[in-house]
T-cell receptor, first 116, second 109 residues
């Protein structure tokens, strides 16, 4: 079974803090993704990566950065947390490429981040 | 971004059949995925259609019509545990999935 783990289920941080959200997958997947999920807005893609040290902006990258130093690990960084970044953050991984069934994404359990 | 439409909420009773429709933008389209998410849980993959037609997996089926930019998820013999949000997610030549706001399905006894 593919397993995607995230470092915390719940996290509370203060405005202005630097926040690291970690994601690890154990299936040697090439592709990794970070989403945030908010009521009424669905899942929105923040950043994704197709290889080590590669990153691509998603639909809402502002206020975030990412790091992928190893294939299995993809980190999301909030440089200076703000209250509008309070959300559920979901990491996902997949193999293959768009247009193929292997592009199926496996999600981690999510991190509910509250910024006060 | 790409436009994506699906109903926000659907209700049905146990044992019934329900269809959740999805329309998407055509340009650069590759295929359509469906995901299920229970409250408090992570999205899980249900199906993928790259070609026109119906794909059946147990009680769930997914249909795609590329010419109509339309697909649907069909859930048969509904059970209480099927109460969840369902997302259609097209993938495009932009190398990413697009998730919409999802359809919340409530199954009543």
């Amino acid at each position: 079974d593919v397993k995607v783990t995230q470092s915390s289920r719940y996290l509370v941080k203060r405005t202005g803090e630097k926040v690291f959200l970690e994601c690890v997958q154990d299936m040697d997947h090439e592709n990794m993704f970070w989403y945030r999920q908010d009521p009424g807005l669905g899942l929105r893609l923040i950043y994704f990566s197709y290889d080590v040290k590669m990153k691509e902006k998603g639909d809402i990258p502002e206020g975030y950065s990412v790091s992928r130093e190893k294939k299995e690990r993809f980190s999301l960084i909030l440089e200076s947390a703000s209250t509008n970044q309070t959300s559920m953050y979901l990491c996902a991984s997949s193999s293959g490429s768009p247009g193929t069934l292997s592009y199926e994404q496996y999600f981690g359990p999510g991190t509910r981040l509250t910024v006060t | 971004g790409q436009s994506l439409e699906q109903p926000s909420e659907v209700t049905a009773v146990e044992g019934a059949i329900v269809q959740i429709n999805c329309t998407y933008q055509t340009s650069g389209f590759y295929g359509l995925s469906w995901y299920q998410q229970h409250d408090g849980g992570a999205p899980t993959f249900l199906s993928y259609n790259a070609l026109d037609g119906l794909e059946e997996t147990g009680r769930f089926s997914s249909f795609l019509s590329r010419s109509d930019s339309y697909g649907y998820l069909l859930l048969q013999e509904l059970q209480m545990k099927d109460s969840a949000s369902y997302f259609c997610a097209p993938d495009y030549n932009t190398d990413k999935l697009i998730f919409g706001t999802g359809t919340r399905l409530q199954v009543f006894p």
